[in-house]
């Protein structure tokens, strides 16, 4: 008996529920050791760090009983961050020698690398999705994309112009574009995939975020403008104008897990491989969670470590004669520096394990469990195609800083 006929012999129906295996303290130490060991190596660990990310957390995701595979590896991400250092290296140096050439017009000289820079963060984008489908693999089957990724970056290009334009009006619309070129793009073996997800659904579905956000915005500006035009002082305009600001963000800051779990349900339900369609019961306060839980954990964890902190610096001053002077003045002795460089570290690194622990896991896990396949038989018919993607998207996005997600 095969896998395919066990799992529709369990779900009679078609639907293949997905799950998340994968245990929050097995994550949780590999984030922690991945971050330390990440200092003695200078940071080039992180290649091996998020290659381990992605291999527990593809593992752990199934169909049924059968789990997805990560085949990518660390020197791969390497070698893709050297490559896009190359070819990095020449555009920045090219904006360095134009700025010499041309010093009293700098700042028109630094637009060819800005539209330069733009255009790759969108080429790295596609290139570095080619590269994460062509690594996954679902029962010895690799997925794959073909398509260009300059072509791409000219299409979002476009569409950012129209949406700025439409004042982020046309943003579904061009969401929706964007995704369908990607999926129509990619491929399961043999089996060609879709995306049937439309801007008129997702502006029906989140719209009214974009209403809110426009609305409140609109607000302030208009108080901002009343104010400067009523002569208060300048003390008392400036607060109420931060105080408005303020109350813009906390107005926003709640819609962004609601938006974020709509978004998602809808990009996953129009995911088509064929036959093989998906569907989602992701609902829009399930992201509220691990929002939550990360502002809560950082701001425990700076409060504990700010303690640390004082207690360190008081030792520091109480023991080792540290001089509050010169530290006043901004003069650091060898102690001090270390005592600082450790307490950015410390910062740095904690912070991000809390991140990339409710971000990162929380959210996968959610958006997993969510999620249930139907017509999972019809991907018997997929035979391997395809070639492994190249690594130079993946080294674009570490090397432009870019996210584009694990």
């Known amino acids: ?66 789990a997805f595979e990560y085949t990518g590896s660390a020197k791969e991400l390497l070698i893709g961050f050297l490559i896009a250092f190359a070819i990095l290296t020449p555009i920045y140096l090219g904006y360095f020698l134009l700025g010499i050439l041309l010093e009293e017009k700098k700042e028109f000289a630094s637009l060819p690398l800005g539209f330069a820079l733009y255009a790759l963060v969108h080429f790295g984008v596609y290139r570095a999705r080619r590269y994460r489908a062509s690594r996954t693999s679902f029962r010895g089957i690799r997925f794959w994309m073909d398509g260009s990724g300059w072509r791409y970056a000219a299409q979002a290009i476009k569409w950012n112009i129209v949406n700025t334009l439409t004042v982020g009006l046309t943003l579904p619309w061009s969401m929706a574009a964007l995704e369908r070129y ?143 002077q010169g530290l006043a003045k901004g003069q650091l002795t060898l102690g001090t520096g270390l005592f600082v460089a450790i307490s950015y570290l410390a910062t740095f690194m904690g912070l991000g394990v809390i991140k990339r622990y409710f971000m990162g896991r929380g959210l996968w896990a959610i958006t997993v469990s969510s999620v249930a396949v139907t017509n999972l038989a019809a991907i018997d018919a997929a035979v391997a195609a395809g070639q492994p993607a190249g690594v130079i998207g993946e080294g674009l996005a570490d090397a432009l800083d870019f996210n584009v997600g694990l």
Not at 1 to 22: E, N
Not at 38 to 47: A, E, K, V
């Open 1 to 66: 008996m095969t896998a395919t006929s066990q799992v529709d012999l369990l779900h009679p129906s078609g639907v293949s529920p997905m799950s998340f295996s994968g245990r929050r303290r097995e994550f949780l130490k590999l984030l922690v050791t991945g971050s330390l060991f990440q200092i003695p190596t200078f940071g080039f660990y992180r290649f091996w760090f998020i290659t381990k990310q992605r291999r527990y957390l593809w593992a752990n995701t199934k169909i049924g009983n059968e």
């Open 182 to 324: 990607c999926m129509r793009h990619t491929y399961f073996g043999s089996i060609q995939g879709d995306f049937v997800g439309t801007g008129t659904e997702l502006f029906k579905r989140a719209g009214w975020i974009w209403f809110l956000l426009i609305v409140a915005t609109l607000t302030w500006l208009m108080s901002f403008r009343l104010f400067s035009l009523s002569g208060l002082e300048s003390a008392a305009w400036t607060a109420t104008s931060i105080a408005g600001l303020v109350g813009l963000i906390l107005v926003f800051l709640p819609a962004i897990p609601m938006a974020m779990a709509l978004f998602t349900r809808w990009q996953i339900e129009g995911i088509r491989f064929g036959e093989v369609a998906v569907r989602s019961k992701l609902r829009k306060r399930d992201f509220y969670g691990p929002f939550i839980k990360l502002i809560l954990s950082a701001i425990g964890f700076l409060i504990v470590l700010g303690g640390c902190h004082f207690a360190g610096f008081v030792m520091l001053v109480k023991y080792f004669g540290a001089d509050l």
